[in-house]
């Protein structure tokens, strides 16, 4: 294993022509840099370099990276606010890209209930909107602490509601560089998962609130849901529930029963308000994080009979290479 500095320095190897083939071609507002950091790009604060990291300004420089990514033979990851991953502590030996510029931040209201929003609009920016228009039904988006993007991707939900209730259209770019719009009906999605943004890529989405209603009954559910949220999650850094809740259970129920709350691997724990939060008591590697899945996931095995399944992603990698 190694430590974190060792991981902090890893050196993917070289390709020639990557940065070349891009330089001079992409707008001014474009980043794109070499042995970027990932561990403070997301919410558990653990992990390595990308190899690539890019922040493109416009769809035209997207498509250019993409492009030459693909000419490279280089491998394409996208990171929302990276509070649904674990970046492993080798990196990833790829192109990192993040929809963080201005250009993917955008949101606006229609007069008919639908909104546009950018992939890199977080969620708490797009229900704040909404409750200032006056359209309701977007409240348990609030508490998520992602974007657009990811929130698509991973078909968030909470309190009942998932993403996709909301979803009218997604606006894709494919790997290729190719731009598409979806309608709803022509995507597959599921419990934390749309099946057709594995290999895509999400710029921006068109929601329809389900409702409307005046702006304090909307604050009203808002507080509620926060106040909830405050009750039962934890402070610390973490990246969410770390498993999917099995058919007719919840992983946190099973984890608290079998009195693994505060157990830990290195500075990796599992939180003792919520069974199903590993949380970053201050310089945990990745490794303890994913020894301690492993651990919990036998232990649950072994005792109930139950396979539980992460719910956050391995970044870059796959758990099955690790559990
Ligand atoms: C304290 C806390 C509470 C949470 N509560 C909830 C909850 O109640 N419900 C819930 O569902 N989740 C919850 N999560 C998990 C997480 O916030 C959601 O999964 C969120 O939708 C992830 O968004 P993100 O932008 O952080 O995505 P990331 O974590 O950055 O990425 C997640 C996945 O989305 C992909 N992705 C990101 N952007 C794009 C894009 N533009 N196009 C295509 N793919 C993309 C990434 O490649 C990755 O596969 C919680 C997390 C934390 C830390």
């Not at 370099?49 to 420089?61: G, I, K, L, S, V």
Request: aromatic share 6%; hydrophobic share 40%; charged share 30%.
């Amino acid at each position: 294993m190694s430590d974190a500095a060792t991981a902090e320095t890893a050196v993917h190897p070289p390709s020639p022509g990557f940065l070349a083939g891009v330089a001079g071609r992409l707008s001014a507002e474009s980043r794109v840099v070499e042995g970027e950091p990932l561990a403070r790009k997301t919410t558990l604060g653990v992990g390595g370099r990308a190899r690539f990291y890019a922040e493109p300004a416009t769809r035209e420089d997207l498509c250019l990276l993409l492009r030459q990514a693909e000419k490279c033979g280089i491998r394409v990851y996208l990171l929302g606010r990276g509070s649904n991953v674990i970046v492993p502590d080798e990196g990833v030996d790829g192109l990192v890209l993040r929809l963080q510029h201005a250009g993917w931040r955008g949101i606006e209201a229609g007069e008919d209930g639908r909104i546009w929003a950018g992939a890199g609009v977080r969620l708490r920016k797009l229900c704040g909107e909404a409750c200032r228009q006056g359209l309701g039904g977007l409240e348990f988006l609030e508490g998520i602490p992602g974007t657009v993007g990811g929130a698509l991707r991973m078909n968030a939900g909470a309190m009942g509601g998932w993403f996709f209730d909301l979803v009218e259209e997604v606006h894709l770019m494919t790997l290729g560089g190719e731009e598409k719009k979806c309608p709803k009906e022509t995507l597959r999605y599921d419990y934390r998962i749309c099946h057709d943004l594995m290999d895509t890529i999400a710029m921006g989405v068109y929601v329809r609130a389900p409702s409307r209603e005046t702006a304090s009954a909307i604050k009203r559910r808002l507080a509620a849901y926060q106040e909830k949220r405050a009750e039962s999650q934890p402070r610390e850094s973490s990246a969410g529930c770390i498993f999917k809740n099995p058919e007719g259970g919840h992983a946190g129920k099973i984890i608290d029963e079998l009195g693994l709350k505060g157990k830990r691997v290195g500075a990796a724990e599992v939180s003792a308000v919520h069974g199903n939060f590993l949380i970053n008591r201050g310089g945990a590697r990745a490794a303890d994080v994913i020894e301690l899945v492993r651990a919990l996931q036998e232990e649950i095995r072994r005792r109930r009979g139950i396979e539980l399944h992460p719910e956050v992603l391995l970044f870059g990698r796959d758990w099955r290479d690790v559990l």
